[in-house]
């Protein structure tokens, strides 16, 4: 089934180090932008069934409302990802959720995913977005260390963080799940730790680690150097990942994917789509899909995708069908980045390939360096592995 990501680019400040397509936020250009992201949603809609029946069956009139119904592809995810989703109004969400269920076929059990950041949330607005369907948070936490938060010039501390999660289960929310950053400026492995710990202790559902990166341009890298600031050495970013994964693992969280890890049954549905060589449709600025071996981008400034789907024209700024080589080099690099890895079996019946025989050599090489695991013809990279994983993924593209 599709996956449904929804791009909602505005956030209240702009993190000194962010590197996401975001502005800030106007409450006038949101209403605008909601309102084209409708259109957009049900244009992908219609576009989506005129490959299948209703072109095909040359329907009557009459009927066309109906078969469109049966004719629309299927769906089991949503995603409103930012940006900060969570500067909508509930309102703007449920109208969005709803264009969804009208231009898409939407599973029953959907996984309807919202980004929040803690500062924007109370419990009522929570409550009114589990009203408008949502069924699941991701809170952008990244620290519970206020000094921390502060360097990152978050606009949250740590007890807001702490608040908001409490909020979203006083809300009626069983699956959430919360960003966590690591190998911050003056960082220490102990105040790492004190991270993953607090974290625990809220109990979210899912987590997700990501390493901090310093852009070029970012102006993290002017404070930091201002500030006489660094991050730790790549060693201890290595021990940071590692006693991150084992204390997670040791409080019940089990590891699926480099960077995130889950309680039983938490995984994030909508994320597997990515690295499980599945299909999903981006809307709105700077969104990306990939559906039926094409992959697209589309515009990414917020003004030009309004000014375009006003006047009709396409918002898809980058469309490439992608060749088999393609197909299969993307669907075995996202793959090893889970810790179950790739079932070669499966991917020889997809792509005609088998992928041993033809990488032999250099897997071998890896297998034997401890980075990989080849067993009953699963291939998987090894927590060793996942340190390196750049240097094992190029091996196929
Ligand atoms: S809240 Fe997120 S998207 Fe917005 S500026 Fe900060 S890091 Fe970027």
Redesign the pocket.
């Known amino acids: 089934m599709l996956g449904l990501y929804l791009h909602i680019p505005f956030?209240s400040?702009?993190?000194n180090?962010?590197n996401?397509n975001?502005g800030l936020f106007d409450a006038g250009q949101k209403a605008r932008y909601v309102d084209s992201l409708l259109v957009e949603i049900e244009r992908a809609g219609l576009k989506a069934c005129a490959t299948g029946d209703v072109a095909q069956a040359n329907v009557p009139q009459a009927n066309v409302a109906q078969t469109f119904r049966s004719a629309r592809r299927a769906a089991d995810t949503i995603y409103f990802g930012?940006?900060?989703p969570s500067l909508l109004d509930a309102a703007d969400v449920a109208r969005i959720v709803a264009a969804c269920r009208d231009g898409f076929d939407i599973a029953p059990d959907t996984e309807v995913t919202l980004e929040a950041?803690p500062e924007s949330v109370d419990v009522g607005k929570l409550i009114a977005f589990r009203e408008a369907g949502v069924n699941r948070l991701s809170f952008?936490v990244q620290s519970f260390r206020d000094t921390e938060l502060r360097r990152l010039s978050?606009l949250h501390d740590a007890s807001r963080a702490r608040a908001a999660l409490l909020e979203a289960r006083a809300a009626g929310f069983d699956n959430v799940s919360l960003d966590l950053m690591m190998w911050l400026p003056e960082q220490r492995i102990d105040e790492w730790l004190f991270n993953i710990d607090a974290a625990v202790e809220c109990d979210p559902d899912h987590m997700s680690l990501y390493l901090l990166e310093v852009y070029p341009n970012a102006p993290l890298r002017e404070d930091m150097a201002r500030a006489r600031w660094s991050q730790a050495p790549d060693d201890d970013a290595a021990t940071m990942y590692v006693a991150a994964m084992e204390r997670l693992e040791a409080a019940g969280y089990e590891q699926y994917e480099i960077s995130n890890v889950a309680k039983p049954g938490r995984a994030s549905r909508h994320n597997l789509k990515y690295w499980t060589d599945g299909e999903w449709l981006g809307f709105g600025c700077g969104a990306h899909g990939t559906a039926g071996g094409v992959r697209t981008k589309n515009v990414a400034a917020v003004e030009d995708y309004i000014k375009r789907i006003a006047s009709g024209q396409s918002v898809i700024s980058e469309a490439r069908r992608l060749d088999a080589a393609e197909r299969l080099g993307d669907a075995l690099f996202m793959g090893l980045r889970l810790t179950r890895g790739i079932d070669l079996d499966a991917v020889q019946q997809r792509y005609g390939v088998d992928v041993w025989e033809r990488y032999r050599d250099d897997l071998t090489r890896f297998v034997e360096a401890g980075l990989l695991r080849y067993d009953s013809r699963r291939l998987a990279l090894t927590r060793a592995g996942m340190l390196l994983a750049n240097d094992v993924m190029s091996v196929f593209v």
């Open positions: 956030c400040a702009i993190c180090y962010c996401f975001r930012g940006g900060t950041n952008g978050r």
